[in-house]
């Protein structure tokens, strides 16, 4: 289960800058927890967090569309799953580019401290920040994504009564279950210090928090 993934070269640059800043930030006497999990975990148990938003969601559009059998072409839904897999690609690096986006706006060298990358063994994309944040900015950071890419245009294809986008911002909130994951853990973590930084874990889904 705790099998090392080998990491990448993207990686071990970022591994060894954080080692460095890590020994400099307990010198400074604060005290690292981590608040990271396994990229198959954030994949199932994202999985699961997402669910209860999922079957809300499902319900609106159940509840508020009516159902227009004559509207499903079946011609067109003979393609419509490579249409799908397609657009939820590209919607995939859009999620990870509203992160960057967001977590650079807040970053105290901006886009400096963002970086891109893709975990190949997993086929799960990545967006990185190097420098510190406080709580509230890494939960924006880590939310905005599936509020834009999921959340909105859920909503949107239940006014619009549209079942196609309705599926693929379906498939969109689902993968921003590891997100909605690491924002539970964010959210639950209590600290007693005065002082807290938020720092994006190098390898892992997920962050370190130092207190003191
Ligand atoms: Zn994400």
Redesign the pocket.
């Known amino acids: 289960m705790t099998k090392e993934r080998k990491l990448s070269k993207a990686e071990l640059l970022r591994k060894e800058a954080f080692d460095a800043e890590n020994e400099r930030r307990i010198a400074e006497g604060y005290e690292r927890h981590d608040l990271t999990v396994s990229v198959s975990k954030a994949n199932w148990l994202g999985f699961v967090m997402s669910m209860p938003f999922v079957l809300v969601l499902m319900g609106l559009f159940t509840l508020l569309t009516p159902m227009d059998y004559e509207g499903w072409d079946m011609a067109e839904a003979s393609f419509f799953p490579l249409v799908v897999v397609a657009i939820v690609l590209l919607l995939t690096v859009l999620?990870?580019l509203?992160?960057g986006a967001v977590f650079g706006w807040f970053a105290p060298h901006r886009y400096k401290a963002i970086q891109f990358g893709v975990i190949w063994s997993m086929l799960t994309p990545?967006?990185a920040c190097i420098e510190p944040l406080t709580r509230r900015q890494y939960i924006w950071g880590?939310a905005m994504?599936?509020i834009i890419v999921g959340f909105l245009p859920a909503f949107i294809a239940i006014a619009m009564n549209d079942w196609g986008w309705f599926v693929i911002a379906l498939l969109m909130v689902i993968?921003?279950g590891?997100?909605m994951l690491i924002i539970w853990k964010l959210m639950t973590f209590r600290v007693s210090g005065k002082e807290a930084l938020f720092c994006d874990h190098p390898t892992l889904p997920g962050l370190v928090a130092y207190v003191r």
């Open positions: 999620h990870e509203i992160h990545y967006c880590a994504p599936t993968g921003g590891g997100d």
